[in-house]
């Protein structure tokens, strides 16, 4: 399909789009007006990690193709916890704690999307603003009786996990129908058209555009992208040493920019549509770099997503780190960094504090294989006593692509 929107030429050209309610519908109505879309984040965490960065990005395409992006933090769902794609129930997090953390997950919208009053200026809002004055009788009577338990059993999130038969709480189960109603919500009071998500909330999607329809006959349309893996098959968000958080504070920048340094040769072009803005053309001709040549477009890959997340100062600090510790086989500023007291610290430990193996289990495998290196010389011993004078540095590495300098304290 042509579409003469330039909102969908622009997300089918770069890769977002999986599945549309009615592609026609919102086609002609993105073509003559300005569309508010929103995409909701539960607050789990005090950041979100790279798995949310497609959707992030989506946002950011809705306000550079002309329309409005409506950010929803779910302090209301974070309380509830969605069931898709889990097996257990979801820890349940104090009123503090959710506010902290939509504190923390704000900064990397401010970055990537411009706020304001303007027609077009993104807002953020927060579900629990409204889905917390809800009287249970009052959703009982005005938004239950448009879901059939037989509808919402048929749901992959319900219905795999009781196929798995893994218990599932009667409140998790209201998920969806919250869900639902805020999409209902924000098409009444904030003039919504559009919802988007991944692919695992096609479900909750369809259930808040039929919500909408049944309660105000209010036409609405849902926009999903594909389930994103790298070419290997894992799902994004994770690496090997654990999430790749997009705030700095819980992942530093090196780290990051490592990440998208360090990915498959055969995500390169995928990654540089989704995760930066660089022109299509200018695309088309880094992914079609072969050899050696192709991580010099890693390299834009990762000054490009550490820059638009980060910052260009993170981003040229990042780089510099890098040839510094790999070209020049010294130590970059911006490597993580350990400081050992006068007691020094064991071999293993120092790895699993870094972060560089999950265990002590871990790092004895990693050193047992030949994995680790003190200033490029081989360690073989996890209790080997690491001993730093006060101002002075010492480089520990596990394999080729990390490494973190331990300072004197």
């Not at 622009?10 to 993105?30: C, F, K, P, S, V």
């Not at 958080?245 to 920048?253: K, Q, R, T, V």
């Not at 498959?264 to 053309?281: A, H, I, N, S, W």
């Not at 010389?377 to 394999?399: C, H, N, Y």
Request: charged share 25%; net charge negative.
């Amino acid at each position: 399909m042509t579409y003469n929107s330039s909102l969908l030429r622009t997300l089918e050209e770069r890769g977002y789009i999986h599945q549309m309610t009615d592609a026609e519908g919102l086609d002609a109505l993105a073509a003559k007006q300005v569309v508010p879309g929103y995409i909701g984040f539960d607050a789990t965490a005090a950041s979100l990690h790279i798995g949310s960065l497609v959707q992030i990005m989506m946002l950011r395409r809705l306000q550079q193709t002309g329309h409005k992006p409506i950010v929803l933090m779910g302090g209301g769902t974070t309380r509830i916890g969605d069931p898709t794609g889990r097996d257990e129930s979801r820890k349940m997090l104090s009123d503090e704690t959710i506010a902290t953390n939509i504190e923390g997950i704000f900064s990397i919208f401010s970055r990537l999307l411009k706020f304001g009053d303007g027609p077009t200026d993104a807002v953020m809002v927060n579900n629990h603003d409204w889905l917390g004055q809800l009287g249970y009788i009052q959703l009982l009577q005005e938004v239950g009786t448009h879901f059939t338990v037989n509808r919402m059993l048929s749901f992959d999130s319900v219905r795999l996990r009781l196929e798995r038969e893994q218990p599932m709480t009667f409140l998790e189960f209201n998920y969806m129908i919250l869900q639902g109603y805020d999409f209902r919500h924000l098409s009444q009071n904030e003039g919504v058209r559009l919802q988007m998500g991944g692919s695992d909330q096609w479900g909750n999607i369809v259930n808040g555009i039929e919500l909408s329809r049944r309660m105000d006959g209010q036409e609405v349309f849902g926009l999903t992208t594909p389930l994103l893996t790298t070419a290997d098959g894992a799902k994004m968000g994770k690496s090997a040493s654990g999430a790749v958080w997009l705030n700095e504070d819980m992942l530093p920048s090196y780290d990051f920019w490592q990440y998208w340094r360090n990915c498959d040769d055969r995500d390169v072009g995928k990654f540089l549509r989704l995760f930066t803005d660089l022109p299509l053309e200018e695309i088309a001709r880094l992914e079609t770099l072969e050899g050696a040549a192709i991580n010099d477009a890693k390299v834009v890959l990762a000054n490009e997503v550490t820059r638009l997340c980060r910052g260009e100062d993170a981003a040229v600090a990042a780089e510099a780190t890098a040839k510094t510790t790999f070209a020049g086989g010294g130590l970059g500023d911006d490597l993580p960094t350990l400081a050992v007291t006068g007691e020094g610290i064991r071999l293993g430990a120092a790895l699993t504090e870094l972060g560089f193996t999950a265990s002590n289990g871990e790092a004895k495998r990693k050193i047992a294989e030949g994995a680790v290196k003190i200033d490029d010389a081989l360690m073989d011993d996890p209790a080997f006593l690491i001993e730093v004078g006060s101002g002075e540095t010492r480089k520990l590495s596990l394999g080729k692509k990390k490494h973190a300098i331990l300072r004197g304290a």
